[in-house]
């Protein structure tokens, strides 16, 4: 389905790709290898550098006129930069791709042909394989169980090979596909965050206001993961993920279901915390939730801007959810079969 308006065309593309690059190393230059190898050919890509060290994204534009750089003085973290990127976006659609994350070639063009398909969806998100071995899985979208706590579908199992679209409860931000001005409507990623679980409060967000998320798993990438951040399990990424996943808790659950589900998010937070100490981790995760509480008034702003702009109830959210709480111990996909959005 490659389409007309290659790269470089002064045409508006159908597809912004956005990545974001801090210190990408070699990651970089086969992510954006992939990308010219799509058969979908209508899209810009732009690259934002938060004051990376190593310049591998000047390089790379350098190389390739066709590529728009976008540099940062400072690192303003992820949820920013895309910010950045997609109010220089063209394209109706912003595609988010992360600088470790490999696009098989027909990438873009099975989530373009999912938006034809789905005209009243507006949210998309990919199938992702662990680059180092790809019969397993890095995520079949994120999954929100009901204590509150969200993780990325299917992580490290094995990949169950064919599967039919269906809605998960928020898109990976590390291989999505969003309509721009949707995502532009919203405020974008929630640059208080800074980086993790921004793709999940989007995600979330969306919910709020009732737009589902669509999960096209003929759209595959292979991710690395937290390459640029150390690694899955870094101080950094234990830290930004602990603290950012209470906020969310505070800032998107509804009144009714946060209540209810409160107890929930208690035990849950324990029980991880116990597991982080059986892996000499527990330092950290700590620091995370103890930031989260003591800014707590961060939390609480936010949920009032996310409040006020939800149209659906409890009972909504509370479906979207996985109910089973070996789904999050055991980090299981939560896939529900596609059904009429309205």
Request: hydrophobic share 45%.
């Amino acid at each position: 389905m490659a389409r007309g308006g290659a790269i470089g065309k002064p045409s508006t593309p159908t597809v912004s790709v956005i990545i974001v690059v801090y210190e990408s190393g070699p990651t970089l230059a086969e992510c954006l290898a992939a990308l010219k190898a799509q058969t979908f050919t209508d899209y810009e890509v732009l690259l934002v550098d938060n004051a990376s060290s190593d310049r591998t994204a000047q390089a790379a534009a350098k190389a390739d006129r066709s590529l728009c750089l976008i540099e940062n003085a400072e690192n303003l973290g992820f949820a920013a930069a895309v910010n950045q990127g997609a109010r220089v976006a063209t394209g109706r659609w912003l595609a988010l791709l992360n600088p470790d994350a490999y696009a098989d070639p027909a990438w873009l063009e099975r989530l373009v042909a999912a938006t034809q398909a789905n005209p009243a969806v507006h949210c998309f998100t990919s199938r992702q394989l662990m680059a180092e071995d790809p019969s397993r899985l890095d995520g079949l979208g994120d999954v929100m169980a009901l204590a509150g706590y969200p993780f990325r579908g299917g992580y490290t199992h094995k990949d169950p090979g064919h599967l039919e679209p269906g809605w998960v409860f928020s898109a990976c931000g590390g291989a999505m596909l969003v309509e721009r001005e949707l995502f532009l409507s919203l405020g974008g990623f929630d640059e208080r965050l800074f980086c993790y679980c921004e793709d999940v409060d989007l995600g979330y967000r969306l919910r709020l206001i009732g737009e589902p998320t669509l999960l096209v798993p003929d759209a595959v990438v292979r991710h690395v993961g937290s390459a640029s951040t150390g690694g899955r399990r870094s101080d950094f990424a234990v830290f930004h993920g602990t603290r950012n996943r209470f906020w969310v808790f505070v800032k998107d659950t509804p009144p009714v279901l946060f209540w209810l589900t409160l107890p929930l998010h208690i035990a849950a937070t324990a029980v991880l915390f116990a597991r982080h100490a059986t892996r000499g981790e527990v330092v950290t995760p700590i620091k995370g939730l103890t930031a989260g509480i003591r800014h707590m008034g961060v939390a609480l702003e936010a949920r009032r801007e996310a409040q006020a702009t939800r149209k659906v109830g409890s009972w909504a959210i509370a479906r979207a959810m996985t109910w089973n709480p070996l789904d999050l111990f055991l980090r299981r996909a939560f896939i529900q079969r596609k059904r009429p959005t309205r």
